[in-house]
């Protein structure tokens, strides 16, 4: 049976494509395998936001409670995503929860372990926010897509 | 021979077989001549459209969402969105109205023959691709993977949720949804659809794409699954503009140097980019 590391994993994921092995290895050194059951919830938002994961299976709802109405489901995320980006940016505060929607395996990678690397070597802290810029505007854009309400068949209503 | 085959503009009486209430605001209709020489109208490509008239209220073209092999009715799926619409849709069972067609270009189900056929619809964008999947399902073998991305508001808000659920249960096709709001029910994707095109991994040199939707919508997706690595000359989208003569003769359609109604509704997206880009189009 072949035992991949967790650098391995890694490598092959698109988030880490063309970084630096000697940092692959680096942030490696950060992560530890995890899993979440059906329903579980991974984080909720205003804890302490000292994680981010790179999700190998499984689904992830991003939600936000509202007074009355419940949790509301905002996004899902999937194999291949990467989940929270609030661990890079004061004030480490999650904004919305997350809830494994099945069984999730993930990468759970240890915020400031990798903010102190990211300190000490800024071309490292460098690498890592352009990755996290670019899921960002991607995630910036399907929601500016989303307030569009295309599928409305009344433009007028945004109800 | 029918009358609207000599003459194009002339509508023939139809008569609703049967309505389905596919949401609040959208039915489908199942259309049988009336008269006995009208089965000739039955047959239609996938892609294809008819006028239908609203005696008293208007015409309007609506994409043909049914079975394209042969049927006693035609099916079309109509959302309430004006006066001629509503008339069309308030229409019961027994009620007779116009219809003029088919008219206009089609799926290119045939050209894609031995590819994978990817098909992105989103809300209502999925009645005129669905006459395609019938077709691409009745003829599975003929083709590699056939993979349906649907994009809706909500769950609820999903067109032909039934069939849906019966064709992802089948082998052949994989169907990936994804709605905008999300519910506590819902265990599908909530997101843009065009996340569903970029998670899903495609062959992009034997690959086909159909895309029907909003148009905004359509951009996007034209965006990811070129993204992708999918040529302009493999993606296909349907377009929709004021048709009103759908013979390619009042202009009203005018899209570029195409009229929609002739050379349209169905486009290989090569052949339109340059003015499906350009806002006074």
Partial sequence: MQIRTLEGVLVQHPFFQGLDPQY????????????????????????????????????VSLEVFIPERGSMMMETLDEGDVLGWSWLFPPYRWQFDARAL????????????????CEEDPRLGYELTKRFAQIMVGRLQAARIRLLDLYNPNPADTG | MSDSFLNPMVPQP??????????QDVVTLELEPTAPDGEVALSFAPGQFNMLYAFGAGEVPISISGDPAPKRALAHTVRDVGAVTGAIARLRRGDVLGLRGPFGST?????ALGNDVVLVAGGIGLAPLRPAIYWLMAHRERYGRLILLYGSRS???????????RWRSRSGLEVEMAVDRGTEEWRGHVGVV??????????????????????????????????QGLVPERIF???????????GTCGHCQFGAAFVCKDGPVFRYDRIQFFFNKREV
């Avoid at chain 2, 769950?155 to 659920?165: C, G, T």
């Avoid at chain 2, 992009?204 to 951009?219: D, H, I, K």
């Fill in chain 1, 24 to 59: 692959v290895e680096l942030i490696a050194g950060c992560g530890a395998n995890a899993r979440f059951n059906a329903g579980e919830v991974i984080f909720r938002e205003g804890e302490s936001a000292d994680r981010f994961y790179i999700i190998r299976r499984g689904r």
């Fill in chain 1, 102 to 117: 099945e069984l999730t395996r993930v990468i759970a990678m240890d915020g400031q372990c990798l903010r102190g690397k």
């Fill in chain 2, 14 to 23: 139809y008569r609703v077989r049967r309505k389905l209430r596919e949401m």
């Fill in chain 2, 107 to 111: 799926w290119p189900v045939e050209n």
């Fill in chain 2, 155 to 165: 769950s609820q808000e999903m067109l032909y949720p039934r069939e849906l659920r």
């Fill in chain 2, 194 to 227: 065009t996340k569903l095109i970029s998670r899903t991994s495609l062959d992009p040199l034997n690959t086909v794409a159909m895309v029907c939707g909003p148009e905004v919508m359509m951009r996007f997706a034209v965006q990811e699954l070129q993204n």
């Fill in chain 2, 237 to 247: 989208i349907s377009v929709e503009r004021n048709m009103k003569c759908a013979i």
